[in-house]
């Protein structure tokens, strides 16, 4: 019985990572080595072109906004539904979840049609006052806070419920207001929940190709992001910039993830 047991046990681990292997290792594995098989200084000079740089600086730009956009709300939004009952707080936990379930294309559709200064119902208005949204920084930042929206929320609002809100009340019987209470109560208490959905939004934002392609434009040196700079390489025949962004991409992703992982550690040290 317990031969059999440790045989299913080997079985179903060997199947797990043969399946991980061949839908993330060896597709991750291709795209490294394609991009440094010509050498590392051909992989090098082709994500420092100047339209690589661009994009890849407003790609960080964009997703550190969003980032910090996000994370203030996120932490307000999960506040409001873990301490405060109110009527429709079902249907606004489903809106926050919304961009989970769309497609960031009819996303990027939908910012389109709401800021563009021709079509969009906001369109008079932004053409007056001589602003772009759509086709500019503001309309990637946009999409990029709306595709990862979700993130924080998600991961604050279950620390929240869990420790519940008794700290809060003695320090406020005590005679702390409402800032003190959150700094020295509510945030070191949802630190690691915090930084974890920080991470994922970042992971989020960086990858983010399907709404970019609607609102951004992907003029080069001007509004294409990195994923869409990769993309456009692979496309124009230019294989030695397309693989080396994605290696650069991947890089960065693993960066996060070892982030997350380092977060996830510490948080179940602590508890």
């Known amino acids: 019985m317990k031969a059999r047991r440790l045989a299913l046990r080997w079985g179903l681990r060997l199947f797990c990572l043969a399946y991980v292997g061949f839908l993330v290792g060896v597709p991750a594995g291709s795209v490294v080595w394609r991009a440094l098989s010509p050498g590392f200084s051909s992989a090098w000079n082709a994500v420092t072109t100047p339209a690589a740089i661009h994009?890849?600086?407003?790609?960080?730009?964009?997703?550190?906004?969003?980032?910090?956009?996000?994370?203030?709300?996120?932490?307000?939004?999960?506040?409001?539904?873990?301490?405060?009952?109110?009527?429709?707080?079902?249907?606004?936990?489903?809106?926050?979840?919304?961009?989970?379930?769309?497609?960031?294309?009819?996303?990027?559709?939908?910012?389109?049609?709401?800021?563009?200064?021709?079509?969009?119902?906001?369109?008079?208005?932004?053409?007056?006052?001589?602003?772009?949204?759509?086709?500019?920084?503001?309309?990637?930042?946009i999409a990029s806070a709306f595709v990862s929206l979700p993130y924080v929320v998600r991961e604050v609002l279950p620390v929240l419920q869990e420790v519940g809100d008794e700290q809060e009340q003695a320090a406020e019987t005590l005679g702390a207001g409402a800032l003190t209470t959150f700094w020295r109560i509510t945030l070191p208490t949802i630190r690691w929940g915090l930084a974890y959905g920080v991470l994922l939004t970042t992971a989020r934002i960086l990858g983010e190709f399907g709404a970019m392609s609607v609102v951004s434009g992907d003029i080069v040196s001007r509004t294409q992001t990195f994923t869409q700079f990769v993309s456009d390489s692979f496309t124009n025949f230019d294989p030695a910039g397309a693989y080396a962004g994605a290696l650069l991409l991947g890089l960065l992703s693993v960066a996060v993830l070892a982030a997350l992982s380092f977060s996830r550690s510490r948080e179940a040290r602590i508890r």
């Open 55 to 141: 994009a890849f600086v407003l790609t960080l730009e964009s997703a550190a906004l969003a980032v910090a956009l996000n994370t203030v709300f996120g932490v307000g939004m999960a506040l409001l539904l873990a301490r405060r009952r109110f009527p429709g707080a079902s249907l606004l936990e489903a809106l926050v979840d919304l961009p989970l379930s769309l497609s960031p294309v009819v996303v990027g559709l939908g910012l389109v049609l709401l800021w563009s200064s021709r079509e969009g119902w906001a369109g008079p208005w932004l053409a007056a006052r001589c602003i772009e949204v759509i086709c500019a920084c503001p309309g990637i930042v």
